[in-house]
Structure formats: C-alpha cells, structure tokens
C-alpha cells in the first residue's frame, strides 16, 4: 500500500472488500422427541456434529454464524420406521453424510453419488443388523457465495422465504398421487425414494434444487413432525417475524434465528407433537 493510501486509510485493490466477502449466514439447529414418540429417529448433520443413535430432545438449539464463502453444509435426516430401525438409518445416513460431503464446492453429479454411496451404506446397516428394511428421508444443502445446491430424497420438506413469500424447494417422493387416482383415503402416501432403497427397487435418483442465495433469503429445511403440526401459513408468518426482528435488531442476527428455530418447534409441541421435530434454519444477511 501507497504511503498516501496508508495515511488516508483507503484500501489498496487487492484489499477491496467486496460484498460476497461480508455476506454471512446465520444458522440454528434443533431435534426433539415430541409428545408421541417413545424415541426420536430424526437426525442432523450440523457443523460436524450428528446426534448419537439413541436420542430424545436437545437441550436448545444449536447456532453457527460464517461467511456464504465458507461452502456451508447441512444435511436432515427423518428415519422410517419404529420396528425397521429408524433411528439407525438416520443416524448412518448422518454419520456417512458427515463422512463424504468434503470442504469443496459441490457439482450435482457429486451430491448424485454421495447420496448413492449413503443408500448403499444404509443398506450394508440394515444386513448387519439384520433388519428387513429400513429407511431415512434425507435434505442436504449447500451455500456458496453466488450460488448452491439443495436435493432432497423422500417427503421432507424445504422451504424458501423470500420477499415475503415462501416457497416449498423440494419434491415428495411418494404415491400419493396413486393413492388419489385410486380413490384411497386415509392413508400416508408410501415414499417411492429414500436412503435405504433396496437395489431391486432401482437406483436413488434425488431431486435438485440450484439455489442463488440472496440477503435477507430465510431457508428451512425439517422433518414432518413441523409441518404435519403447524399449518404453512404460521410458519411463514413467523419467519416474517424473523424478517422484521433482524432490520429492526442489528447485531442480534444468530440469536433471532436461533429463537425462531425454537418457536416453530413450541408450535408444533402445542399442536399436539405427533410426530419428531427436526429443524435446520438458515438466514443469509
């Protein structure tokens, strides 16, 4: 740096700090038993961390606040079945999920194989368990400073708030639409894609969201014990709330989510909780 840039305090080219370099991501994440369930079978991958087979209810929610460039990843994983072990398929699908999804920016065809290497592995679990099949939904996520992926296997459901709007991000893999055509009620929709599909079913083929972040962008990604319990109107109401709290509080920005995160979860508790609840919320400011 020139003495005269030095003395005045402008920056030199190479020390330019451009908006992507200040553009940070605030995330929250949370798992809890519910009212219903004798066990919780949803599991996270959450800055390194993934809760142990057995588990309940976190105590609070956990927090991480990073620069969009740092590639931040995240992956949920709603395991199926009480008797077919979901707790461990979530819990392998996790565990693995931390193992492979590396420091680097993923491709599609990257997040494609890893999703195939975990199914494969979720399977190789089941035989050593002998368990006749079992399973974990599964979301994973990517953020990068311009741009990053979201794919989904299953029925758990992510979600973008922009603007005032939300917009569910990925696609239910399930027969619900055969179920309707047959005129059957009542029933859950069977989920066709999941971690844990046999080979003789086909191959894991994910669905893919190209995301382009932008600031002010909320993300949510959970398992359906939120949205089974809370009606999407109300969540999108509260992470409006969000919105308003972070222009109004500057400086609060990980702990606003963070209370978020734990008010979609008392909302769906006070529903009745049926189900497990497993939420990973991100905010880009």
């Not at 079913?201 to 669905?207: A, D, F, N, Q, S």
Request: proline share 3%; with cysteine; charged share 25%.
């Amino acid at each position: 740096m020139g003495f005269f840039k030095w003395l005045t305090g402008q920056p030199s080219e190479e020390e330019q700090v451009t908006v992507e370099d200040v553009t940070r991501i605030h995330l929250a994440c949370l798992t809890n038993q519910g009212r219903r369930r004798p066990s919780n079978e949803d599991n996270f991958s959450f800055d390194g961390m993934v809760m142990p087979r057995w588990h309940l209810t976190m105590e609070g929610a956990l927090t991480m606040s990073c620069l969009l460039r740092d590639h931040f990843r995240v992956g949920l994983f709603d395991g199926m079945g009480g008797e077919s072990a979901g707790e461990l398929a979530s819990y392998v699908a996790a565990e693995s999920f931390t193992e492979l999804a590396g420091d680097g920016v993923w491709s599609e065809e990257e997040t494609v194989a890893m999703l195939r290497e975990i199914n494969a592995r979720v399977l190789a679990a089941a035989e050593k368990e002998k368990v006749r099949q079992m399973g974990s939904t599964a979301i994973i996520a990517q953020w990068n400073e311009k741009d990053g992926l979201l794919v989904n296997l299953g029925d758990s459901p992510a979600y973008l708030f922009r603007d005032g709007s939300m917009e569910l991000l990925t696609k239910a893999h399930n027969n619900a639409e055969m179920l309707r055509e047959a005129g059957i009620t009542g029933r859950k929709a069977g989920l066709t894609q999941f971690l844990g599909l046999p080979e003789e079913y086909g191959e894991v083929v994910p669905h893919v969201v190209k995301l382009e972040p932008l600031r002010g962008d909320i993300y949510l990604l959970c398992s359906d014990g939120l949205t089974d319990m809370v009606p999407e109107g109300e969540i999108a109401a509260e992470l409006m709330k969000l919105q308003d709290r972070q222009e109004a509080a500057p400086g609060k920005e990980a702990a606003n989510v963070r209370k978020t995160a734990e008010n979609l979860c008392e909302k769906a508790l006070e529903a009745g909780g049926k189900d497990n609840i497993t939420i990973i919320l991100a905010q880009i400011l």
